[in-house]
């Protein structure tokens, strides 16, 4: 069983602020996502990587996925209150549609 | 585009009682459909996949007698809560794919079981 550990768990921040949360996996994998959500909503997907040492950027948001392709992280540029939510990762293997989520990380935006 | 849709968003049941949940993909045809399964303030577990007109298959621990699920058509999937309790109360939100790499999710049903 794959172990998909997000840090830190929780993270409570004033607006305008930068950080950074990660995922880490225990092994390699062949996909990765991230997703934002909501109370009582579903996930949304924020962005999908795939190639090792990978660079995605989606406005504020920068998306890195490890050069061994066994962790990713997730900076947020100057955070703001609509940022707020469960950020989740994802990881899928190799021929193999099914996705192990993260632990998750709660983020919290202060106005 | 890539919308899926969930009904009920909510359900109130008594125990005792089946309690059936329907994932719709609208935009597309969904060749897998996924059942997660989440409590209060911890991340998506993975319940069963679900491929059309095929029989789904469950992960370890879960109760397939428990959580019937039907794949009918390539853009519906169900699952029914069989003689539901109060430990079967929870989120669950179901995910359709049509490629590999991405799955789109649906905006969850709650389920309280009194």
Redesign the interface.
Same mark, same amino acid.
């Given at each position: 069983t794959q172990l998909l550990e997000q840090s830190p768990q929780f993270l409570s921040i004033q607006e305008g602020e930068n950080l950074t949360v990660y995922c880490n996996s225990s092994s390699v994998f062949s %996909?990765l996502?991230w @997703?934002r959500q909501e109370p009582?909503?579903? =996930?949304?997907?924020l962005v &999908?990587v795939?190639t090792g040492g990978e660079v995605k950027k989606l406005k504020r948001l920068t998306f890195q996925f490890g050069d061994a392709r066994k962790d990713s992280s997730l900076h947020i540029t100057a955070a703001q209150p609509g940022d707020t939510g469960l950020y989740?990762c994802a990881v %899928?293997n190799f021929?193999n549609? !099914?996705? *192990?989520?993260?632990?998750?990380t709660?983020l919290t935006i202060i106005p | 585009g890539a919308v899926?849709s969930?009904h009920p968003s909510r359900v109130i049941c008594k125990s005792g009682t089946s309690v059936k949940i329907e994932c719709r993909s609208l935009d597309f045809q969904a060749t897998?459909m996924?059942w997660y399964r989440q409590f209060p303030? !911890? %991340?998506?577990?993975?319940m069963a *996949?679900s491929n059309e007109g095929s029989k789904a298959t469950y992960e370890q621990g879960v109760e397939k007698d428990k959580f019937l699920i039907n794949h009918a058509s390539l853009t519906l999937s169900t699952l029914t809560v069989t003689s539901a309790h109060p430990e079967d109360s929870s989120?669950y939100?179901c %995910?359709a &794919?049509s490629s590999? @790499?991405?799955? @789109?999710?649906? =905006?969850?049903t709650?389920l309280t079981v009194t």
């Open positions: %996909s996502q @997703y009582g909503e579903g =996930p949304v997907l &999908t795939v989740l %899928s021929g549609e !099914k996705l *192990t989520f993260g632990t998750g709660r | 899926v969930q897998t996924f303030k !911890k %991340s998506l577990m993975l *996949t989120f939100i %995910s &794919t590999a @790499y991405e799955q @789109y999710f649906g =905006p969850g709650r």
